[in-house]
């Protein structure tokens, strides 16, 4: 019973930690996501009408910051935007690792050593499932034999 657990424990530790770097990408659009669901409540919107306006703003968000990132070409835009996306995801990363080292971590700074190193690899996934999906399309220049000629439907061979 106890190898069970054990192996169970580590199961739901592997879990959580795939679970975090999968969805590092998503703090932005979750922050926007739950402030205007929350405007929406305080503004009397009601349950459905905040949780359908709250998605909206989620899914807005992610789409628009995908969007500006791959169809900018300014480099320091580029990295305003990752970093827009990163910096939360960062947050989230520190306070998920700092919650979970309180349990096991009696030391302080060992468990601020942690939850930094824990945002900072957290972030930087973040920054790089930024990136890695808007890299520039090759110009047609670039291609090893140049243009290829056009083959039309009158082409014939006898």
């Known amino acids: 019973m106890l190898i069970l657990g054990l192996f169970l424990n580590t199961l739901g530790i592997g879990l959580i930690c795939w679970l975090i770097f999968s969805l ?3 703090a ?4 926007a996501a739950l402030s205007v669901g929350l ?3 305080h503004a009397g919107a009601g349950i459905p009408g905040a949780v359908l306006i709250a998605i909206v703003a989620g899914a807005l968000t992610l789409v628009v910051g995908q969007m500006a990132f791959a169809f900018t070409r300014s480099a320091i835009l580029r990295a305003m935007i990752a970093a ?3 910096v939360p995801a960062a947050v989230a990363g520190y ?3 700092h919650g979970l080292s309180e349990i096991a971590v009696p030391s302080l700074l060992w468990r601020d050593v942690f939850s930094w190193t824990g945002a900072i690899v957290i972030g930087s996934t973040a920054w790089t ?3 890695v999906f808007a890299e520039s399309p090759r110009p047609i ?3 090893p034999n140049g243009p290829q000629p056009v ?5 014939q061979q006898e």
């Open 84 to 86: 827009a996306f990163a």
């Open 28 to 31: 932005l659009p979750s922050f």
């Open 151 to 155: 083959v039309t439907a009158t082409t």
């Open 39 to 41: 405007a929406g409540v």
């Open 24 to 26: 590092a990408v998503y």
């Open 129 to 131: 499932r930024m990136t």
């Open 95 to 97: 306070q998920i690792v």
């Open 141 to 143: 220049e670039a291609l």
